[in-house]
Nanobody
């Protein structure tokens, strides 16, 4: 069973930055594409970014392109989401995700609030 633990969330002013790590365990991390999702209050969960197993390819939602960067350290079983120039509309719970054995595995999420 895959286990994912996110951290790094908090309250930040517009224009600020946060870095979210997600530590994985219980599976061979380096074999899997990893994803970050977020869910804003009253909205559906949406995919923010993904990174391939070796880190060679990444992709982003249009709303975060040029501001967010996904990366991974396979030696540490960790995937990161660096978020710069944050906006109030980036507020939400951020989840780490991996799709294994036909099902989604989710972390517990970390709250990000962008407000002055």
């Amino acid at each position: 069973q895959g286990h994912l633990v996110e951290s790094g969330g908090g309250l930040v002013q517009p224009g600020g930055s946060l870095r979210l790590p997600c530590v994985a365990s219980g599976f061979t991390f380096s074999n899997y594409r990893m994803n970050w999702y977020r869910q804003a209050p009253g909205k559906e969960r949406e995919k923010v970014a993904h990174i391939t197993s070796n880190g060679g390819q990444t992709d982003y939602a249009d709303s975060v392109k040029g501001r967010f960067t996904i990366s991974r350290d396979n030696a540490k079983n960790t995937v990161y989401l660096q978020m710069n120039n944050l906006r109030p509309e980036d507020t939400g719970i951020y989840y780490c995700n991996v799709f294994r054995w036909g099902r989604d595995n989710w972390g517990q999420g970390t709250q990000v609030t962008v407000s002055s």
